[in-house]
């Protein structure tokens, strides 16, 4: 590295000392006091003691920005992606550099990129770089005196910015991007001698025209169209492309939260705010198995955020050699390391209860688990872990963490909790009164939402709310496609004038307003007559988020495989769910070249498709397939009606479905006479596939109360979020034994993981 540059960090890092004292990088050539040097070096020393390969990482978040709106989930990112990292991935808190608001200014980030990574790695070690906060555009004109206007618009160069807290300065009314440009940050990442490098970008570059889309905040700033790049972010560029020490044109796996044209959001979760793409991946990798691919990884946290956002959303890899075979699992998850859901991250009253850091749940499951029950796993940093493992039920809980009481039958007087212990759900309890909320536009005048507050608080199990202000299963606003967004907002009353609203029909959107099918009405409804009109829809709603409650891939000990095959035109294998935790080897499954490389995956209409299901496990299962369609439906395919079950009239009734041990079942049936082929319209389709050890008898009698005609074959539900509830009793009826040991109130469905297991598909029709 070049005398200039050297300097140039000095500089920066004398002008804040405070900063890099306070983080842990010092340096001899300041003039630090005795202590200080002292400091230096015996974290100097531990760092030459320490055996390679090496774990570093340096996460950024700014929430505080010193212009324009704040954000509010980036520095939760940067503690999930910390925590995530010391407990699941083995990093030792003191390699993990965090830069936080204030501190996050364009050299502290970039000095400390230089410092705590590129000089401290050597090849083989492993080092993650995360920022979340805005991002934006930059157009920088490049022109000589001499050129005419139209040549200088033909010059001129666009960039992508990430934005520090100081990151737009004005002098002499010339805006200047004091920003770390997306080019510097590839050469910091090609400068780094090692190829084991993972990136996170929970930003975007692509100005939305607002801050708040639908119940979600977007990562994106208004584009600088003109302007100036800082000197010194071009003088660290120049000095990067003439080191040497450059060693790679690939700067390691790049993973952003949304593609190109698209924005990154972030929102309120359960009492927490977060960006959607960070939570997704940071509780996909909590469970992750050691093999798991960046193709496999990203095709799910696709899936989560399409849950949590809708389709606007896809996060993408920027970046990796070869996304089929490499593996996002930071590079360090070892086959011993086991999947988990949480942490201990203290210990109070002498051992009796535990602070638990819960970042493995899905984030709806979270809201709900109060008497939920876990237990600890042998963790792989601690040797000295008593055994046998020790059971603890959820008290209360705020946000990610959770107070939860040990069990005293799990207690002995050799046990004793410890801080690091990974912990594993056991039973899942969920409340009978699981709600639906709903958030109103923000675009939506002040008499519409009077009158829509009013008319969803006569709706049952439904909530409604301000739209930005809490987490949110939908969002209810104008349907149109004329209005700006400055048009809408004139639309409310200003300086004394009232201005009538446009005619527009009213309807429901995910929170990152894509619009939910088959929901809009005529144009100039009264919104009353709206909610009315959406109420089986909001119905539909609520059954699809009872059984996402269910989803418990990682958690499961059931023994169960589904595949996602096309069998026309061609026979692939697309999609792959297995569990992770039931105690017998996973049976292992190729996905085919053209299973997607990032984003959820994609069907075209006429494709002709099966599930195969392989029961591995010691026990029979019995399961049952449900889903919502593109055009927003509730389906099922139904079991056919079996000639040896009759019911009290004596026709024939449906059969249970069930798997024994070893074997696999095809449905639709290979003989079966109906075939699924994929029907339009165009748009995302959630299935799940739910399993259990005893019959779903229940919900058969639901589906029977609704004398459907259409049996083995796929058929759209009348009663969906009767059938949900019936399924959430037969899964509770399943845990009997659990329900009275743990004492469960009687308003709620006791869950446990060795009795169920629901398996998540999403896919879209293309």
């Known amino acids: 590295m070049s005398l200039r540059v050297t300097n140039q960090i000095i500089n920066n890092m004398m002008k804040r000392r405070t900063f890099f004292q306070k983080s842990g990088i010092v340096l001899a050539a300041l003039g630090l006091s005795q202590a200080g040097l002292s400091l230096f070096s015996d974290r100097y020393s531990q760092a030459l003691a320490q055996s390679s390969p090496r774990k570093l990482a340096l996460l950024v978040g700014v929430n505080q920005y010193l212009f324009g709106t704040p954000l509010t989930g980036c520095v939760t990112d940067v503690e999930l992606q910390r925590e995530l990292l010391i407990h699941r991935f083995g990093f030792h808190p003191s390699d993990i550099l965090t830069i936080t608001d204030q501190q996050a200014t364009r050299e502290n980030i970039e000095t400390a990129f230089l410092e705590h990574l590129t000089k401290q790695a050597k090849s083989g070690d492993v080092v993650v770089f995360h920022f979340s906060g805005y991002g934006s555009r930059f157009q920088k004109a490049v022109v000589q ?43 910091l990442l090609r400068s780094l001698p090692t190829k084991l490098v993972t990136s996170v970008l929970d930003t975007s570059y692509t100005d939305g025209g607002i801050i708040l889309q639908g119940n979600l905040r977007v990562r994106s700033r208004p584009s600088i169209l003109t302007g100036e790049i ?98 996002l699992t930071y590079h360090v998850l070892s086959p011993e ?162 201005l009538p609203l446009p005619k527009s029909s009213y309807g429901l959107f995910s929170p990152g307003l894509s619009p939910i099918p088959n929901t809009s009405g005529e144009a100039g409804e009264a919104v009353k007559t709206a909610v009315n009109r959406l109420v089986p829809k909001l119905q539909t709603l609520l059954a699809a988020k009872l059984l996402r409650l269910t989803a418990n891939e990682g958690s499961s000990r059931l023994g169960v495989q589904a595949v996602l095959e096309t069998i026309e035109p061609t026979q692939e294998v697309l999609m792959q769910r297995s569990t992770v935790r039931a105690p017998w080897p996973t049976p292992k499954v190729s996905l085919s070249s053209t299973a997607p490389k990032e984003g959820i995956a994609q069907l075209p209409i006429s494709s002709s498709i099966q599930y195969k299901i392989h029961n591995y496990g010691d026990a029979p299962i019995y399961f049952i397939l449900l889903g919502i369609d593109a055009n927003g439906s509730p389906i099922a395919l139904l079991p056919a ?105 009687p308003d709620t469905w006791v869950l446990d993981v060795n009795n169920w297991a629901t398996l998540s598909f999403i896919y879209q029709v293309v």
Request: glycine share 6%.
């Open 145 to 187: 005196e001499s050129e005419s206007l139209e040549k200088q618009k033909q010059s001129s160069s666009v960039t992508n910015l990430l934005l520090p807290v100081d990151g737009i300065i004005q002098i002499k009314n010339q805006p200047v991007a004091n920003a770390l440009m997306e080019d510097t940050l590839w050469l």
């Open 230 to 327: 800082t000197t010194e972010e071009l003088a660290l560029q120049d000095q990067l492309k003439q080191n040497s020490e450059i060693i790679s044109p690939d700067p390691g796996l790049v993973l952003i939260a949304a593609k190109p044209k698209q924005v990154a959001t972030e929102g309120q979760l359960d009492g927490f705010s977060s960006g959607f793409f960070t939570y997704a991946l940071t509780q996909h990798l909590w469970q992750a198995t050691p093999a798991t691919t960046v193709q496999v990884s990203l095709n799910r946290v696709a899936g989560t955020v399409a849950q949590l956002v809708g389709n606007k959303q896809q996060p993408e890899i920027c970046a990796a050699s070869n996304p089929q075979q490499s593996l």
């Open 337 to 498: 390391v086991l999947g988990a859901d949480g942490v201990v991250i203290a210990v109070e009253e002498y051992g009796k209860t535990a602070q638990l850091w819960l970042a493995g749940l899905p984030a709806k499951v979270l809201q709900y688990s109060i008497n939920s029950l876990f237990t600890t796993v042998k963790t792989p940093n601690l040797p000295n872990q008593v055994t046998p493992p020790l059971q603890l039920a959820i008290r209360s809980h705020e946000g990610l963490k959770a107070k939860a009481r040990v069990n005293s039958s799990t207690v002995n007087e050799t046990s004793k909790l410890q801080v690091g212990e990974l912990v594993q759900e056991v039973v899942r309890v969920l409340p009978h009164n699981v709600n639906l909320t709903v958030a109103l536009d923000s675009c939506l005048a002040r008499i519409e939402r009077v009158d829509a507050t009013s008319a969803f608080s006569g709706v049952p199990h439904v909530t409604s709310i301000v739209a930005g202000e809490q987490s949110a299963d939908c969002l209810f606003g104008r349907v149109s496609t004329t209005e700006s967004v400055l048009a809408r907002a004139e639309s409310e009353s200003v300086v004394g004038i009232s």
């Open 641 to 745: 009606r079996s000639t040896n079950n009759l019911n009290e009239e004596g026709s024939k009734s449906f059969a249970t479905e069930v798997i024994i041990p070893g074997e696999t079942t095809i449905i639709p049936a290979n003989n079966s006479p109906f075939k699924w082929v994929v029907q339009g319209p165009r748009g995302v389709v959630e299935i799940q596939l739910i399993f259990s050890r005893a019959p779903f008898s229940q919900t058969l009698a639901t589906l029977e109360d609704a004398k459907i005609s259409a049996f083995g074959r796929l058929t759209t539900l009348p009663n969906s979020l009767d059938v949900a509830r019936s399924i959430l009793e037969d899964l509770h009826q399943a845990s009997g034994k659990m329900a009275e040991a743990i004492a469960a109130a």
